[in-house]
């Protein structure tokens, strides 16, 4: 049974850091692309950052480019979102999530199948 499981979230001064942690079960990682998404009250959700079974390349969105970092451990069958600089409006429910194995994605929601529970990320002072 595939699951993924989120941790990490919390709440942080504005400027401050988290890291947001996937830990996948039923299956390895090694062939799944990985995104991290988000969804704040009354939006849609949105691709924050993906990273792909292949050869590691990454996508981040252009709001959090220079502030996040994806990086996989496969040996830890885990996917982390490093969150610098954080800003209020980073504020939102994360969710980290996987398409069937060996698919190339353009970090869209509706390209993953399965899915976390999400993890809580509140940016406030």
């Known amino acids: 049974q595939v699951q993924l499981v989120e941790s990490g979230g919390g709440l942080v001064q504005p400027g401050g850091s988290l890291r947001l942690s996937c830990a996948a079960s039923g299956f390895t990682l090694d062939y799944y692309a990985i995104g991290w998404f988000r969804q704040a009250p009354g939006k849609e959700r949105e691709g924050v950052s993906c990273i792909s079974s292949s050869d590691g390349s990454t996508y981040y969105a252009d709001s959090v480019k220079g502030r996040f970092t994806i990086s996989r451990d496969n040996a830890k069958n885990t996917v982390y979102l490093q969150m610098n600089s954080l800003k209020p409006e980073d504020t939102a429910v994360y969710y980290c999530?996987?398409?069937?194995?060996?698919?190339?994605?353009?970090?869209?929601?509706?390209?993953?199948?399965?899915w976390g529970q999400g993890t809580q990320v509140t940016v406030s002072s």
């Open positions: 999530a996987a398409p069937l194995p060996y698919i190339a994605t353009m970090c869209r929601a509706e390209e993953y199948d399965y």
